[in-house]
């Protein structure tokens, strides 16, 4: 079965450094998403992407964030200047245009610690 | 057993009992809902969903019910088994089109009891 997959599984980082989480949406999906869980928390949208462009985001995701299709294959979110309050599971999700039913398919996931 | 939507976080049922899942939607123009599953460490997984033109929606031992005019949502769960047990989220679209965001729910923490 096609799924989502995330590298790294945990990234920790210092306060202040960059950080790129990586995203290979299943293959015939056209649109690519970034959601974000803090512990104990529900899950908020960060942005979706299509057609090579933002198609949505939130207030979430300001300047510090910027994400790319770099290849036919990833999807990356990068995180400029971390701050403490970063630290979060971030979750890629894909969805397939063709269907009616609009499901997204969400990764495992990577966990982000900003030390 | 039953949840009361964000007000109870979680809920305890015995295995083989029917588990009820609920959750309450803000916005009134959201036509397109979700439930996901969400096991420890895992990303959420698709349960089952719903188009807001429906009240009811069953598949293989969950239905979901849809009532627009309190804007509740629920998930029933027939002869909870122990790995049913994980954090369960109602999500909801403003449009059924792909791209747009899904705002998610609180979440509700099913235990089942062997």
């Known amino acids: 079965e096609p799924e989502v997959t995330q590298t790294p599984s945990h990234q920790v980082t210092q306060m202040g450094q960059e950080v790129i989480l990586r995203c290979v949406p299943i293959?015939?999906?056209?649109?690519f998403y970034w959601y974000r869980q803090i512990l104990g928390q529900k899950v908020e949208f960060l942005v979706s992407?299509?057609?090579?462009?933002?198609?949505?985001k939130s207030e979430i995701f300001d300047d510090q964030f910027s994400v790319e299709r770099p290849d036919g294959s990833n999807f990356t979110l990068k995180i400029r200047s971390t701050k403490l309050e970063d630290s979060a599971m971030y979750f890629c999700?894909?969805?397939?245009?063709?269907?009616?039913?609009?499901?997204?398919?969400f990764g495992q996931g990577t966990r982000l610690t900003v030390v | 057993g039953e949840s009361v939507g964000l007000h109870l976080p979680t809920l305890s049922v015995q295995e083989g009992d029917n588990s009820i899942i609920n959750c309450a939607y803000s916005n009134s123009a959201s036509d397109y809902f979700i439930w996901y599953k969400q096991e420890s460490g895992k990303g959420p997984q698709f349960i089952i969903d719903i188009r807001s033109n429906m009240d009811k929606r069953q598949g293989q031992r969950v239905t979901v019910l849809l009532n627009k005019t309190v804007k509740h949502l629920s998930l029933q769960i027939a002869a909870t088994q122990p790995g049913d047990s994980a954090v369960y989220f109602c999500a909801e679209k403003e449009r059924e089109t792909s791209g747009s965001r899904l705002t998610f729910g609180e979440g509700t923490q099913l235990t089942v009891n062997p």
């Open positions: 992407f299509y057609n090579n462009e933002i198609s949505e």
């Open positions: 999700a894909s969805s397939d245009p063709g269907l009616s039913w609009t499901e997204a398919f």
């Open positions: 293959s015939n999906h056209l649109y």
